[in-house]
């Protein structure tokens, strides 16, 4: 062996090494997070959390010590998440059983900017893009609506000014948005105002639904809980694939990432969905018993919440 590839082959053993050094202390407390709050929202430069006292804070990822407190209470949040671009909060608040309310605000100063009409059974809100955002509401009647709101142009604010509801979007950028209405039926809605029947999915008895890299989206069902399944829209097909305790789907790519067995699996199939990856990333420290997990997918790192409050990271 000549002196280059000697010298490749020592450089090649000692990648690996430091990738396992690293690897092994990659999991990692997050002290920044207090035991007794609650992450609600990830965003690219900040986060929300709710406390005991119902607060909902508004924290950058920098400086975890320095709280915004927003305008409302989380008492009857229903749901939060950021713009696309990271500069607006949208929340929905269920008021009653039947009523409900969305409300827009702005990061930088945590005021509410906008508010919605009342919303009678709202099923979920979400943002199109950074200037609009949508309503899917289950009145009596079968089928239920979809609403679309404008977010208020701000400055230097790069939203358009003719608003078409029915604006057409590359089908590659729509997010599915899942819902039941009134009697059971199962559909998706689109940015574009389309909605589709997903009565292929089984009887739609589901009771947790992530988006995946467009057509696919991940699922779990209410009677074989111990399984993930993906759904390609295009083809109409399902796949279970191996169960986990808690699962994250990565909207960028086919794959999605699960707690099992108390360790965190990487898990990928193929376009004919037979399983590409099972691939062990780390066990959990000794006593973790994990409660939530989130995927951080622009700072490539896994969060997980344990049942005793406590945060840790894991990067990938």
Same mark, same amino acid.
């Given at each position: 062996?000549?002196?280059?590839?000697?010298?490749?082959?020592?450089?090649?053993?000692?990648?690996?090494? !430091?990738?396992?050094?690293?690897?092994?202390?990659? $999991?990692?407390?997050?002290?920044? #997070?207090? =035991? /007794?709050?609650?992450? &609600?929202?990830?965003?690219?430069?900040?986060?929300?959390?709710?406390?005991?006292?119902?607060?909902?804070?508004?924290?950058?990822?920098?400086?975890?010590?320095?709280?915004?407190?927003?305008?409302?209470?989380?008492?009857?949040?229903?749901?939060?998440?950021?713009?696309?671009?990271?500069n607006?909060?949208?929340?929905?608040?269920?008021?009653?059983?039947?009523?409900?309310?969305?409300?827009?605000?702005?990061?930088?100063?945590?005021?509410?900017?906008?508010?919605?009409?009342?919303l009678?059974?709202?099923?979920?809100?979400?943002?199109?893009?950074?200037?609009?955002?949508?309503?899917?509401?289950?009145?009596?009647?079968?089928?239920?609506?979809?609403?679309?709101?404008?977010?208020?142009? !701000?400055?230097?604010?790069?939203?358009?000014?003719? $608003?078409?509801?029915?604006?057409? #979007?590359? =089908? /590659?950028?729509?997010? &599915?948005?899942?819902?039941?209405?009134s009697n059971?039926?199962?559909?998706?809605?689109?940015?574009?105002?389309?909605?589709?029947?997903?009565?292929?999915?089984?009887?739609?008895?589901?009771?947790?639904?992530?988006?995946?890299?467009?057509?696919?989206?991940?699922?779990?069902?209410?009677?074989?809980?111990?399984?993930?399944?993906?759904?390609?829209?295009?083809?109409?097909?399902?796949?279970?694939?191996?169960?986990?305790?808690?699962?994250?789907?990565?909207?960028?790519?086919?794959?999605?990432?699960?707690?099992?067995?108390?360790?965190?699996?990487?898990?990928?199939?193929?376009?004919?969905?037979?399983?590409?990856?099972?691939?062990?990333?780390?066990?959990?420290?000794?006593g973790?018993?994990?409660?939530?997990?989130?995927?951080?997918?622009?700072?490539?790192?896994?969060?997980?919440?344990s049942?005793?409050?406590?945060?840790?990271?894991?990067?990938?």
């Amino acid at each position: 062996m000549d002196h280059s590839r000697r010298f490749a082959f020592l450089s090649s053993l000692l990648a690996i090494f !430091l990738s396992h050094c690293a690897h092994g202390a990659a $999991f990692e407390n997050f002290s920044g #997070l207090q =035991s /007794d709050w609650t992450l &609600r929202a990830l965003g690219k430069n900040k986060l929300v959390v709710s406390t005991p006292k119902n607060e909902m804070l508004l924290l950058s990822w920098g400086n975890l010590q320095n709280a915004l407190r927003l305008e409302d209470s989380s008492d009857k949040l229903s749901d939060i998440q950021f713009s696309p671009d990271g500069n607006f909060l949208l929340a929905s608040f269920v008021q009653s059983r039947r009523v409900a309310e969305m409300k827009v605000y702005d990061v930088l100063n945590g005021k509410v900017i906008q508010k919605s009409p009342k919303l009678e059974r709202l099923q979920g809100a979400y943002w199109i893009n950074s200037c609009r955002y949508a309503a899917i509401t289950a009145p009596l009647e079968n089928g239920g609506r979809l609403q679309v709101f404008k977010r208020p142009d !701000l400055k230097k604010s790069k939203c358009p000014k003719d $608003f078409v509801v029915s604006e057409k #979007l590359p =089908s /590659d950028e729509m997010h &599915r948005r899942v819902w039941r209405d009134s009697n059971f039926n199962t559909w998706a809605f689109y940015e574009n105002g389309s909605r589709e029947l997903l009565s292929w999915l089984g009887k739609g008895n589901f009771y947790d639904i992530q988006p995946g890299v467009y057509p696919y989206f991940w699922y779990r069902e209410s009677a074989t809980s111990e399984l993930v399944f993906r759904a390609d829209r295009k083809s109409k097909k399902i796949q279970p694939v191996a169960g986990a305790s808690l699962y994250v789907a990565d909207p960028s790519s086919d794959r999605y990432y699960g707690l099992q067995n108390g360790g965190l699996y990487l898990f990928s199939l193929d376009s004919k969905f037979r399983l590409r990856e099972e691939a062990l990333i780390q066990k959990l420290p000794e006593g973790f018993v994990a409660q939530a997990l989130w995927l951080d997918a622009s700072r490539k790192r896994l969060i997980l919440r344990s049942e005793k409050g406590s945060y840790a990271q894991l990067k990938l």
